[in-house]
């Protein structure tokens, strides 16, 4: 939400499962389920997850990263597409269904920012705004978002 996308993408790899392989010995935790909490480093467990099947942290975890790392998020007037990823990402592609229409959404990052939308195209035509309005059901929607420092509005 502060436009850091190298630091979002730190704390979300830091809890994440799949990154614990290496050091699954003082995990101890399903390497597939996400813990509650994990022991810091002034704990002589330092690293142990714990609790993995009492957590609300996957739900959260999920939202965070497609709504504000991907930053594809639902709102009361249409689809919002604003990203916050890691500099070092040249992009992505995600395909999102929506009340019942499928948007197929390309972003990419040619000057190797964080944050910020310059232009956004949906089904060929520019929009000013990186909210995309509701598509009717059944429908596919292209979307190609060019991340960069000038902004659209919202």
Same mark, same amino acid.
């Given at each position: 939400?502060?436009?850091?996308?190298?630091?979002?993408?730190?704390?979300?790899?830091?809890?994440?499962?799949?990154?614990?392989?290496?050091?699954?010995?003082?995990?101890?935790?399903?390497?597939?389920?996400?813990?509650?909490?994990?022991?810091?480093?002034?704990?002589?467990?330092?690293?142990?997850?714990?609790?993995?099947?009492?957590?609300?942290?996957?739900?959260?975890? *999920?939202?965070? /990263? +497609?709504?504000? =790392?991907?930053?594809?998020? !639902? #709102?009361?007037?249409?689809?919002? @597409?604003?990203?916050? &990823?890691?500099?070092?990402?040249?992009?992505?592609?995600?395909?999102?269904? *929506?009340?019942? /229409? +499928?948007?197929? =959404?390309?972003?990419?990052? !040619? #000057?190797?920012?964080?944050?910020? @939308?310059?232009?956004? &195209?949906?089904?060929?035509?520019?929009?000013?705004?990186?909210?995309?309005?509701?598509?009717?059901?059944?429908?596919?929607?292209?979307?190609?978002?060019?991340?960069?420092?000038?902004?659209?509005?919202?």
């Amino acid at each position: 939400m502060l436009g850091n996308g190298d630091r979002a993408f730190q704390y979300y790899s830091q809890i994440n499962p799949a990154t614990k392989n290496d050091t699954m010995e003082s995990y101890e935790i399903e390497p597939y389920c996400y813990a509650q909490n994990i022991l810091g480093d002034e704990h002589p467990q330092f690293g142990l997850g714990r609790n993995s099947w009492l957590s609300g942290t996957a739900s959260w975890t *999920y939202q965070a /990263a +497609t709504q504000y =790392i991907l930053g594809i998020r !639902p #709102s009361h007037r249409g689809l919002i @597409v604003d990203p916050c &990823i890691p500099k070092a990402w040249d992009g992505f592609k995600v395909t999102r269904i *929506y009340r019942g /229409a +499928t948007y197929e =959404i390309t972003v990419k990052n !040619p #000057s190797g920012v964080s944050k910020g @939308v310059a232009s956004l &195209i949906v089904d060929g035509q520019p929009r000013e705004s990186h909210v995309i309005p509701f598509a009717p059901v059944g429908k596919t929607v292209r979307v190609e978002l060019t991340m960069g420092s000038v902004l659209v509005s919202a």
